[in-house]
């Protein structure tokens, strides 16, 4: 029920295109929906995050899509670029549960030029 | 702001040697920082949670008394591998979070460890 599985393993997108990875949940008492970005060698770096009393966020090329009835939450890049190839999790966090985040298993993307 | 630096960011050391990895907020006091371990091509592990001035609290199967660590002040945290063996080569992480209220962990740079 801690679980986040994440979707796909592996992406590959040509430059322009729509990048789009999935989460999803079970436990409902997730209340916080991170989305990182991680560089080989490097730690991740936050790019956007949802509550779930809405159901869609944008900030810049990034969008997460939230749908509180299915679990599921996903991660949609806009006008993909080479300098977005990297690895991507998802995760979830409560309050309850001391801040801790859950994270998916990670999607390795790739934009080819 | 909220930066979080590790150091060392690489260290070798030799089988059964102890090793120590600290983690510093830069700009911001953090009440709570965790510590993570990543193998190649996979996902953040959590170790344990460190509250300052308390104890840790370790996830089910990491050994306490192997993965040590120390939070004594707002701003640093450390990781103390103890009688390190080659399975406990790994990418280590450590991130924090400002306020005890807050969601958004802030991730340092990670240090790789390899054990010889």
């Known amino acids: 029920q801690q679980q986040v599985k994440q979707s796909p393993q592996s992406l590959i997108v040509q430059k322009g295109g729509i990048s789009i990875i999935n989460c999803a949940y079970e436990?409902?008492?997730?209340?916080?929906f991170p989305w990182y970005q991680q560089f080989p060698g490097k730690g991740p770096a936050l790019l956007i995050a949802i509550r779930p009393d809405v159901s869609e966020k944008k900030e810049g090329r990034f969008t997460i899509s939230f749908n509180k009835s299915a679990k599921q939450f996903s991660l949609h890049i806009m006008d993909s670029q080479p300098g977005d190839s990297a690895t991507y999790f998802c995760a979830a966090s409560m309050a309850s549960g001391t801040y801790k985040y859950i994270f998916g298993t990670g999607t390795r993307l790739k934009v080819l030029a | 702001g909220a930066v979080v630096s590790q150091h060392p960011s690489r260290v070798i050391c030799k089988s059964g040697t102890s090793v120590k990895i600290e983690c510093r907020s830069l700009d911001f006091q953090a009440t709570t920082m965790f510590w993570y371990r990543q193998f190649p091509k996979q996902s953040l592990m959590l170790m344990a949670t460190?509250?300052?001035?308390?104890?840790?609290?370790?996830e089910q199967g990491v050994e306490k008394d192997k993965f040590l660590i120390n939070h004594a002040s707002l701003t640093l945290s450390t990781l103390t591998v103890t009688s390190a063996h080659p399975e406990d080569s790994s990418f280590y992480i450590c991130?924090?979070?400002?306020?005890?209220?807050?969601?958004?962990?802030?991730f340092g740079p990670g240090t790789r460890l390899t054990v010889t």
């Open positions: 991130s924090a979070i400002s306020g005890g209220r807050s969601y958004e962990q802030y």
């Open positions: 436990n409902t008492a997730f209340d916080y």
């Open positions: 460190s509250n300052e001035g308390s104890k840790a609290t370790y």
